[in-house]
């Protein structure tokens, strides 16, 4: 008896670079997924160039078109719900999404975010590092809740904060990380590592209290 692939859909607004990495985690057999679509609420979002080529079916959502954003929200349910995804990946989706849309996919619905959380939630999280004079910073990988930028953090990449840094090579470096801590984190919950008893994560049937810690190409708990 073959058993069925994870299926996961995935939300961009971008260049689609953490998608690049969850694509080729799939074709280099570290996830056992399969993506079924590729929403983003952008028509000239370069990630959606990306799902082309890999065979990915795609789909535009524009934002503007709505009149709020409960009912840009639902548009994008009617695409998802029939996929009946395992996982609802946001990957540099740039919207705030409603407490429906969370609720919907509670436990579900996965996002990546360019620094250690708590620390820095919102945009330009590179500076604030630089402009407080952190000695490290990194991105968090985090189940989605209704407060921007929360929700329990599964894994935190952690690079050194390097005297010659900039914003940009900054979040050059911090994406390197996000590329290798984003498909982990997926294949820990398609592969039913990661659960939840009420709002409490587990790892492999233990609480997860503190997130993971990716340093050195190296995974502690």
């Given at each position: 008896m073959t058993v069925a692939k994870a299926s996961l859909v995935v939300l961009i607004s971008g260049s689609g670079s953490n998608l690049q990495a969850i694509i080729d985690a799939i074709e280099n057999k570290q996830l056992d997924a399969e993506i079924k679509a590729v929403i983003s609420n952008k028509a000239s979002a370069f990630g959606l160039e990306r799902a082309t080529r890999a065979n990915i079916a795609t789909y535009v959502v524009e934002h503007k078109k709505f009149p709020d954003r409960a009912s840009f929200d639902r548009a994008m349910m009617l695409i998802i719900d029939p996929l009946k995804p395992d996982l609802v990946i946001l990957a540099g989706f740039m919207r705030i999404l409603s407490d429906a849309f969370i609720d919907h996919y509670q436990h579900r619905l996965i996002n990546i975010h360019p620094s250690l959380l708590p620390k820095y939630k919102g945009l330009n999280t590179h500076q604030q590092a630089l402009d407080n004079k952190d000695s490290t910073h990194g991105a968090s990988v985090h189940y989605v809740s209704h407060e921007l930028d929360s929700g329990p953090v599964v894994?935190?990449?952690?690079?050194?904060?390097?005297?010659?840094?900039?914003?940009?090579?900054?979040?050059?470096?911090?994406?390197?990380?996000?590329?290798?801590?984003?498909?982990?984190?997926?294949?820990?919950?398609?592969?039913?590592?990661?659960?939840?008893?009420?709002?409490?994560?587990?790892?492999?049937?233990?609480?997860?209290?503190?997130?993971?810690?990716?340093?050195n190409q190296q995974l502690s708990r």
């Open positions: 894994i935190q990449a952690e690079i050194p904060v390097l005297d010659t840094d900039t914003a940009a090579s900054l979040a050059s470096r911090v994406l390197k990380e996000e590329h290798l801590i984003y498909p982990m984190v997926i294949g820990m919950h398609t592969a039913g590592r990661l659960t939840f008893k009420g709002d409490q994560l587990n790892l492999d049937e233990k609480p997860l209290t503190e997130p993971l810690i990716w340093k």
